[in-house]
């Protein structure tokens, strides 16, 4: 990564912690119990889709 | 709706490792969000949430918030606020969807062009889900699955900034605003606040890391 591209990564890692993204009461808080990443889930492996290679599934939270 | 499966356990461990913590973060914010903005929580998601805490920053001190707002509500007060708020009889207090935020309308020119956003980033409904995609709560879990890979590989900054500039930034702040002064929200008032928050931050960081070069190395 050039010294550029490196700065910019830098001010926007120091403005996320600034704001309260991040640091000790941050991911971990929030992941407390698996709040987080526990909707998205491959209910049904296969389907129609599976033949384009790009095309990936999207698993939206069941609510209907 | 939860099946987890050694497919989807591979690609979080390598994110992980290589995804610096801010980044998961808002991750996993968004994929709070999505998760609140999808159902009602139930009893273990509240008494999950009623554990949280949040630092000094207007963010932290609403995920504080957030936690004293989830041990005074019952499951039921949960779901019969959401009900209000979002099913309603007819329609509820609020309608969270892009095209009816930008149009007035349901099913407009916004959702269309949503639905080539994601065709271009190999995201797709599942066939079951009958929710038109630009409800709030599919935008902040395509969000998350870009930040952590769910889709394929993460998705660089500049993907995730077209996507949020064009599809959320133009209606959410609005939105989580509206849920936020809301009459029949009262836990859910806090989860207005912290995506009204959450969306400044975004808006703000992604303008920050702009650039022609990042542009460049992200395709």
New interface residues.
């Given amino acids: 990564m ?1 010294e ?2 490196d700065r ?2 830098a ?3 120091e ?13 971990a ?5 698996g ?10 492996p296969e ?1 129609g ?1 599976r033949e384009t290679a ?11 | ?5 050694a ?2 356990a591979e690609p ?1 461990d390598r994110v992980t490792r290589e995804i ?10 968004y ?2 969000l ?2 609140l903005l ?2 009602a929580p139930d009893a ?2 509240l ?3 009623g ?5 000094a ?4 001190q609403s ?1 504080a918030a957030l936690a004293r707002g989830a041990a005074a509500a019952s499951a039921a007060d949960a779901a019969a606020e959401y009900h209000d708020l979002f099913i309603g009889i007819g329609r509820g207090e609020l309608v969270p969807y892009g095209s009816y935020y930008l149009t007035g309308f349901l099913h407009e020119r916004p959702l269309a062009e949503l639905r080539d956003a ?2 271009g980033l ?10 038109p ?1 630009d ?1 709030i ?2 935008l902040c ?2 969000m ?2 870009l930040i ?1 890979g ?3 590989d993460p998705a660089p900054l500049t993907v995730q900034r077209r996507l949020f500039e064009r599809h959320i930034a133009p209606w959410a702040a609005r939105f989580f605003a509206e849920l936020e002064a809301a009459q029949t929200a009262k836990f859910y008032r806090v989860v207005g606040r912290i995506g009204r ?1 959450f969306i400044g ?1 975004e808006t ?2 992604f303008a ?2 702009a ?1 022609d ?2 542009d460049r ?1 992200a395709t």
């Fill in positions: 050039s550029q591209a910019l990564m001010k926007r890692r403005f996320l912690k600034l704001l309260g993204m991040g640091g000790a009461a941050g991911a808080a929030l992941t407390v119990g709040v987080a990443p526990s909707q998205a889930a491959p209910a049904q389907t889709y790009h095309v990936r599934k999207f698993y939206e939270t069941a609510r209907f | 709706m939860t099946v987890a499966s497919s989807v979080t610096p913590e801010e980044e998961l973060f808002r991750a996993q914010l994929s709070l999505s998760r999808a159902a273990a998601l008494a999950t949430l554990r949280i805490s949040g630092d920053s207007e963010l932290g995920f994601l065709a190999g995201v797709v409904r599942v066939p079951e889900v009958k929710e995609e409800h709560a599919a879990e395509v998350a699955g952590e769910a889709f394929g928050l931050i703000t960081s920050m890391t650039s070069e990042l190395r």
